[in-house]
Nanobody
Framework: QVQLVESGGGLVQAGGSLRLSCAAS????????MGWFRQAPGKEREFVTA????????YYADSVKGRFTISRDNAKNTVYLQMNSLKPEDTAVYYC?????????????????WGQGTQVTVSS
């Protein structure tokens, strides 16, 4: 069983930056696909970004491409989401997820473990 704990959310003004962290338990973190999803009020959860086990392959939603960056430190069992040039429409609960797959994937159905989420609010 893998446990994921997100941190780093908060309130930020439009144009600002935040870095989310997701700490994972378990010795096999380095083999997992890691992804970030988000869910805004009244909307379905949506894909944000994903990283393959090595970090060599990454995918981004078009809405965040060029502004968000996913990275991982396998030695620390941690994945990060650097969010720059934040917009009010980025306001959501952000979830970290892990998949046994190993390859980067946008499909939430591929992910086996989910964190509790961290709130990100961007004011205009």
């Amino acid at each position: 069983q893998v446990q994921l704990v997100e941190s780093g959310g908060g309130l930020v003004q439009a144009g600002g930056s935040l870095r989310l962290s997701c700490a994972a338990s378990g010795p096999t973190f380095r083999s997992y696909t890691m992804g970030w999803f988000r869910q805004a009020p009244g909307k379905e959860r949506e894909f944000v970004t994903a990283s393959s086990w090595s970090g060599g392959d990454t995918y981004y939603a078009d809405s965040v491409k060029g502004r968000f960056t996913i990275s991982r430190d396998n030695a620390k069992n941690t994945v990060y989401l650097q969010m720059n040039s934040l917009k009010p429409e980025d306001t959501a609960v952000y979830y970290c997820a892990a998949a046994h797959l190993g390859l980067a994937t946008m499909s939430e159905y591929a992910y086996n473990y989910w964190g509790q989420g961290t709130q990100v609010t961007v004011s205009s």
